[in-house]
T-cell receptor, first 115, second 113 residues
Framework: GAVVSQHPSRVICKSGTSVKIECRSLDFQATTMFWYRQFPKKSLMLMATSNEGSKATYEQGVEKDKFLINHASLTLSTLTVTSAHPEDSSFYIC???????????FGNGTRLTVT | QKEVEQDPGPLSVPEGAIVSLNCTYSNSAFQYFMWYRQYSRKGPELLMYTYSSGNKEDGRFTAQVDKSSKYISLFIRDSQPSDSATYLCAIMISSGSARQLTFGSGTQLTVLP
């Protein structure tokens, strides 16, 4: 149980274009999902908290206009990287939990390369 | 001082060895303790989750928590090459927010056949 699916696993795009990443909770409902970014050989950095039916909460230093988050249903959150730039190239991972004090379950990540 | 310190790697052991991975934390409000395994280019996979001091065992894995010393460990018995991965400890304050979840920096483990 507690499976989180993330798509696509890998994407290459050109500078200036936008990329959408989907995160789905397959066997549970998640009112809250979390988006992380991970640099090579570094730990996870929380970018934002996605809230179903309301605006996302962004961490300090994360541009909300660049990283658009939509949590349209109890099982789907999307992260759109707008006007992508090579420095946005990274590994993006979503996660969700089954309950308030439950551990996070992670998707398999999306490797974004902006050329 | 970081809230969570994790022993730096990389760690290399022969197959069959017992592996000990460790983290210390500074905030006594932390109540929930997790260990994740992350293979290269994959998302972290939850291995162990506990909230009390003592040991919790699951197959070849044992999670140990010592709240008085603010120290947690993950032991892997009979290590296998397939255990080669980065291991992350994660510690959480009782809260609905992931902001209260803090990760260690990770220890890269290689089990040599």
């Amino acid at each position: 149980g507690a499976v989180v699916s993330q798509h696509p696993s890998r994407v290459i795009c050109k500078s200036g274009t936008s990329v959408k990443i989907e995160c789905r909770s397959l066997d549970f409902q998640a009112t809250t999902m979390f988006w992380y970014r991970q640099f090579p050989k570094k730990s996870l950095m929380l970018m934002a908290t996605s809230n179903e039916g309301s605006k996302a909460t962004y961490e300090q230093g994360v541009e909300k206009d660049k990283f658009l988050i939509n949590h349209a249903s109890l099982t789907l959150s999307t992260l759109t990287v707008t006007s992508a730039h090579p420095e946005d190239s990274s590994f993006y991972i979503c996660s969700a939990r089954t309950g308030e004090n439950s551990p996070l379950h992670f998707g398999n990540g999306t490797r974004l390369t902006v050329t | 001082q970081k809230e969570v310190e994790q022993d730096p790697g990389p760690l290399s052991v022969p197959e069959g060895a017992i592996v000990s991975l460790n983290c210390t934390y500074s905030n006594s409000a932390f109540q929930y303790f997790m260990w994740y395994r992350q293979y290269s280019r994959k998302g972290p996979e939850l291995l162990m989750y506990t909230y009390s001091s003592g040991n919790k065992e699951d197959g070849r894995f044992t999670a140990q928590v010592d709240k008085s010393s603010k120290y947690i460990s993950l032991f892997i018995r009979d290590s296998q090459p397939s255990d080669s991965a980065t291991y992350l400890c994660a510690i959480m304050i009782s809260s609905g927010s992931a902001r209260q979840l803090t990760f260690g920096s990770g220890t890269q483990l290689t089990v040599l056949p």
